[in-house]
T-cell receptor, first 110, second 114 residues
Framework: RKEVEQDPGPFNVPEGATVAFNCTYSNSASQSFFWYRQDCRKEPKLLMSVYSSGNEDGRFTAQLNRASQYISLLIRDSKLSDSATYLCVVPSSNTGKLIFGQGTTLQVKP | DTEVTQTPKHLVMGMTNKKSLKCEQHMGHRAMYWYKQKAKKPPELMFVYSYEKLSINESVPSRFSPECPNSSLLNLHLHALQPEDSALYLC?????????????FGPGTRLLVL
């Protein structure tokens, strides 16, 4: 089993749709989780951090299910500008090493 | 301010050249990182510096040589690279290397090796 797994997509959705991505992780001791967004030919940018059961920021909600070892990212009322690759990231330890999922590509269409 | 800067933005080099990539942050972060990213793949960790000391080298070939002159600067010296080393090189920093620390990425240097 990969340390961090994501469905690569692509997810093609119309504007205004609600879309959810799942990410599973193998290390049951992991305490913190991150969602980064990466636009084409740009650097990853932090979207959300998740330390407890979940986090919400506007249209974006991240939920953590420790029992099943997955994190989800929900995007409501999708905008064209939400089109990007979303990276699920889990720190492996206190060394600073991040384990990245393969990324999920979202394309929001008019 | 969560800015990490990198220079140059683009670099083309031959296999016999020597060049350096530079990264700078003024957030007082004590952990800095180099990543390599190929198209349609996630970033791959190369090196971690914690408090200006190299703490992780992910078995990177010696043609890549990192240097941390001070707590704000991180360099990556390149020598005798191969065409397969062409990639986006990302620098990142975080307050410390703790697992709950957010890493902030610079815009990257897009490297092409001919």
């Amino acid at each position: 089993r990969k340390e961090v797994e994501q469905d690569p997509g692509p997810f093609n959705v119309p504007e205004g749709a609600t879309v959810a991505f799942n990410c599973t992780y193998s290390n049951s001791a992991s305490q913190s989780f991150f969602w980064y967004r990466q636009d084409c030919r740009k650097e990853p940018k932090l979207l959300m951090s998740v330390y407890s059961s979940g986090n919400e920021d506007g249209r974006f909600t991240a939920q953590l299910n420790r029992a099943s070892q997955y994190i989800s990212l929900l995007i409501r009322d999708s905008k064209l500008s939400d089109s990007a690759t979303y990276l699920c990231v889990v720190p492996s330890s206190n060394t600073g090493k991040l384990i990245f999922g393969q990324g999920t590509t979202l394309q929001v269409k008019p | 301010d969560t800015e990490v800067t990198q220079t140059p933005k683009h670099l083309v080099m031959g296999m016999t050249n020597k060049k350096s990539l530079k990264c700078e942050q003024h957030m007082g972060h004590r952990a800095m990182y180099w990543y390599k990213q190929k198209a349609k793949k996630p970033p791959e960790l190369m090196f971690v510096y914690s408090y200006e000391k190299l703490s992780i080298n992910e078995s990177v070939p010696s043609r890549f040589s990192p240097e941390c002159p001070n707590s704000s600067l991180l360099n990556l010296h390149l020598h005798a690279l191969q065409p397969e080393d062409s990639a986006l090189y990302l620098c990142a920093s975080s307050r410390t290397s703790g697992s709950q620390e957010t890493q902030y990425f610079g815009p990257g240097t897009r490297l092409l090796v001919l």
